[in-house]
T-cell receptor, first 113, second 111 residues
């Protein structure tokens, strides 16, 4: 069974540009989560999607947005990129429910020059 | 008290040693917990789930102490490959379905 897949693996952008990151969850998982992990720091929750709806978002500005498609895959969009957006962006999926463990993709490493 | 707290370490131990980490949590209603390991610049990988008093998988044992609101992870006979950061995860409260990740405990196993 395929795990969570993310693309691209690496992304290099300059300040002010826009970035789109993609995630395909494990088959059967309806919940998708996005996290930001800056170098040496912990996971910061960005967004949670379930059944095509945004269910919750973390403490990030509105230029971080996303969506979930009918096949449960998801996109994370970051507009007006800033230097401090450089980080590893991790996507995780789970079955719906508070006691379900999350399974992570390999991440997209976003570098802002 | 923070929602989830972990000693960042690093815990520096020789091969073959037994090492234990604790993770304290503030939400007394939490029912299940998870331990993940994260290698440097890689994604977190699920290590163990803890749904009741504890769980054991080979050299790894996770225990839950509800009265004191902490979970522990015990690693016996440490291997060099156990070197990683171990993240404690506490389920969401209030129906938000957003688990809280601890900052992690760094383990270094040396020859």
């Amino acid at each position: 069974e395929a795990g969570v897949t993310q693309s691209p693996t690496h992304l290099i952008k300059t300040r002010g540009q826009q970035a789109t990151l993609r995630c395909s969850p494990i088959s059967g998982h309806t919940s998708v989560y996005w996290y930001q992990q800056a170098l040496g720091l912990g996971l910061q929750f960005l967004l949670w999607y379930d059944e095509g709806e945004e269910r919750n978002r973390g403490n990030f500005p509105p230029r971080f947005s996303g969506r979930q498609f009918p096949n449960y895959s998801s996109e994370l969009n970051v507009n007006a990129l800033e230097l401090e957006d450089s980080a590893l962006y991790l996507c995780a999926s789970s079955l719906r429910g508070v006691n379900q463990p999350q399974h992570f993709g390999d991440g997209t490493r976003l570098s802002i020059l | 008290r923070k929602e989830v707290e972990q000693d960042p370490g690093p815990f520096n131990v020789p091969e073959g040693a037994t090492v234990a980490f604790n993770c304290t949590y503030s939400n007394s209603a939490s029912q299940s917990f998870f331990w993940y390991r994260q290698d440097c610049r890689k994604e977190p990988k699920l290590l163990m789930s803890v749904y009741s008093s504890g769980n054991e998988d080979g050299r790894f044992t996770a225990q839950l102490n509800r009265a004191s609101q902490y979970i522990s992870l015990l690693i016996r006979d440490s291997k060099l490959s156990d070197s990683a950061t171990y993240l404690c995860v506490v389920p969401a409260s209030g129906g938000s379905y957003i688990p809280t990740f601890g900052r992690g405990t760094s383990l270094i196993v040396h020859p």
